[in-house]
């Protein structure tokens, strides 16, 4: 069966501060991969999307970044926190090559940048 | 691009009381999911249900593609069923879904 891994669960930055989560998936092959982020209270906002290895599309002009480095691996970056980074980040998978598209969500990170 | 409007905002129930939430969406869709959020803030899979009728033990969802909503029943609250509803919409040749603003439920003892 497919399983999604988020680390870490809980960080606390400064402002300024670089930042790396990272999201990995197990048991699937050349999935569709997502970063969402939710404030607190609200929904959710698609950030970025992957289809492939190297393949990343914005949905939002902002101060993060994401990479895939591996089929399975995806990276979300900022080089200097800001305030309104904080929030609920959660990464999300979905099978490409079938007829279901579900899309399935790992545990999250909860940021707070100070 | 599509727009997804949940009803309602919250709603707020005592133990054993039956819920009907609901999803309104703007354009002809072929993929239609449900969500819980539970208050560790998971993300749970409730339905994939692009069209027709589903029932999982308590809760049951219904989708009229033609008409452009879907429905989630709740039968016997139970507090666990606490948290947020969202409804998330798509096309299946787009990578993409379109998440609605929630109904955040709250059953009671």
């Known amino acids: 069966s497919q399983t999604i891994h988020q680390w870490p669960a809980t960080l606390v930055q400064p402002v300024g501060s670089p930042l790396s989560l990272e999201c990995t998936v197990e048991g699937t092959s050349n999935p569709n991969l997502y970063w969402y982020r939710q404030a607190a209270g609200r929904g959710l906002q698609l950030l970025f999307y992957s289809v492939g290895i190297g393949q990343i599309s914005s949905e939002v002009p902002q101060n993060l970044s994401a990479s895939r480095p591996q089929d399975r691996q995806f990276i979300l970056s900022s080089k200097k926190l800001l305030l309104s980074d904080s929030g609920f980040y959660l990464c999300?998978?979905?099978?490409?090559?079938?007829?279901?598209?579900?899309?399935?969500f790992g545990p999250g990170t909860r940021l707070t940048v100070t | 691009g599509i727009q997804v409007e949940q009803s309602p905002p919250d709603l707020i129930l005592q133990e054993g009381a039956n819920s009907t939430l609901r999803c309104n969406f703007s354009?002809?869709?072929?993929?239609l999911q449900w969500f819980h959020q539970n208050p560790w803030g998971q993300l749970i899979n409730l339905f994939y249900i692009p069209s027709g009728t589903k029932q999982n033990g308590r809760l049951s969802a219904t989708t009229v593609a033609t008409e452009r909503y879907s429905l989630l029943y709740i039968s016997s609250s139970q507090t666990t069923d606490s948290g947020v509803y969202f409804c998330a919409v798509g096309y299946s040749s787009a990578s993409k879904i379109i998440f609605g603003s929630g109904t955040r439920l709250s059953i009671r003892p």
């Open positions: 354009d002809s869709v072929n993929n």
């Open positions: 999300a998978w979905r099978a490409t090559g079938r007829t279901s598209y579900e899309q399935y």
